[in-house]
């Protein structure tokens, strides 16, 4: 795959530790990369691509991304990818602690995990890959930067984003038109005032 920023081997083997504790008790212990049993897989530093930046926004998907000073962290069940952990680093490079600060089982790291399997056979490698995430769309993709690529590849997105498809290397700039011209989805709103009834 493309490259990611590498943590250190104990702060890799700090974060499985962590992730262990709150894994449920039937898939036993998160193993440090190469051991056997559940184990830590790909770390992607998370980007969040917001709709103002999106709609209002000028400018490359680089400048439009905020680093949201967390990692997604993929855990697999030998080649199942059954959960993903995030955490987050208040220090930086490779040796910061971090504190992982969720776990949880879900369907997005399959996707992520199908998309990983896609850019390695198919993408540059001399490219630094994170990972990005439009809440407004339901969006998660990989961002793929490198001199000669600039472009994600879609992990999971909400079913009404017709303009953009997975399994495929967008450039960014059509990445972000093709999103622009699509509707968000719609929440339910905020929570109606108890003191003043419906908002």
């Not at 439009?64 to 220090?91: C, I, K, M, N």
């Not at 602690?97 to 490698?125: G, M």
């Not at 490219?127 to 999971?156: C, K, N, Q």
């Not at 495929?168 to 005032?193: C, H, K, M, N, Y």
């Amino acid at each position: 795959m493309a490259t990611t920023e590498r943590l250190s081997t104990a702060v890799a083997q700090n974060i499985a530790g962590q992730i262990a504790e709150r894994l449920p008790a039937a898939m036993g212990p998160a193993a440090a990369p190469g051991a056997a049993g559940p184990a830590l897989g790909e770390t992607l530093k998370i980007r969040l691509l917001p709709l103002n930046q999106i709609v209002n926004g000028s400018g490359p998907l680089e400048t439009r991304l905020s680093d949201t000073g967390q990692w997604h962290h993929q855990v697999y069940q030998g080649e199942q990818a059954v959960s993903f952990a995030r955490s987050t680093a208040p220090g930086s490079g490779s040796d910061a602690a971090h504190e992982v600060v969720e776990v949880a089982q879900s369907t997005l790291p399959d996707d992520l995990r199908d998309a990983i399997a896609w850019i390695d056979a198919n993408a540059p490698e001399d490219a630094e890959a994170s990972l990005i995430a439009a809440p407004d769309y339901f969006l998660t993709a990989v961002w793929l930067r490198g001199p000669a690529v600039d472009a994600v590849v879609i992990a999971s997105m909400a079913d009404g984003l017709t303009k953009l498809s997975k399994r495929r290397l967008i450039p960014s700039a059509e990445f972000l038109q093709s999103l622009a011209e699509s509707t968000p989805v719609r929440g339910l709103g905020p929570i109606a005032d108890q003191a003043g009834g419906a908002p």
